[in-house]
């Protein structure tokens, strides 16, 4: 949904296997700046973690999702933010957490309020969304446009600092 700008929705996609690159640009809210965001798309499957631990060597802001019918999606979510983590040495990583599938209420397993401690508790913001109702699926894509903005603002004032 996001890719396609909220145009449509897929009944009929292929999981992601491996990564998927996808290069957007957003406007930063509350400003009058956009940024470009390159988004590696990956699976979570183990199968992938060495491969992905590659291109994770500085990344920028992260970006977990789970399904909030599936516990193990969410369990996963502490194992792979430890690895992403484990590459930045001490540094601070912002991001996000999101719980998608929320159309699927009868079949929900992850409490929002859950999800929602766990973020706060590891310094995430925390949405949730539908990509099949299309509801709040930019939310997420706004904070990391936002936070990124942030870390550059933040970055430019140490450089100007040390001249």
């Known amino acids: ?3 396609s700008d909220g ?3 897929q009944k009929n996609y292929t999981l992601t296997t491996g990564v998927d690159l996808l290069v957007k640009q957003l406007s930063v809210p509350d400003t009058n700046d956009s940024v470009e965001l390159f988004i590696f798309d990956s699976a979570g499957k183990e199968l992938f973690s060495e491969m992905l631990e590659k291109l994770w060597e500085h990344p920028n802001l992260l970006c977990l999702v789970f399904d909030v019918t ?11 933010l430890e690895r992403v983590r484990a590459q930045l040495h001490g540094s601070v990583l912002p991001g996000v957490l999101v719980g998608n599938k929320t159309d699927l209420v009868g079949r929900r397993v992850v409490e929002a ?3 929602q ?3 706060t508790n590891h310094g995430l913001e925390y949405f949730e969304t ?5 509801e709040n699926f930019e939310a ?3 904070c990391l446009a936002k936070l990124f903005h942030q870390l ?5 004032e140490l450089f100007h600092s040390l001249v």
């Open 152 to 156: 550059y603002r933040e970055r430019l």
């Open 70 to 80: 599936n516990e193990q999606s969410f369990s996963n979510c502490a194992k792979w």
């Open 140 to 142: 997420p894509f706004r």
């Open 130 to 134: 539908s990509t099949k109702e299309m």
């Open 7 to 9: 145009a449509h929705f």
């Open 117 to 119: 401690e766990w973020a």
């Open 1 to 3: 949904m996001f890719r």
């Open 113 to 115: 309020s859950r999800a």
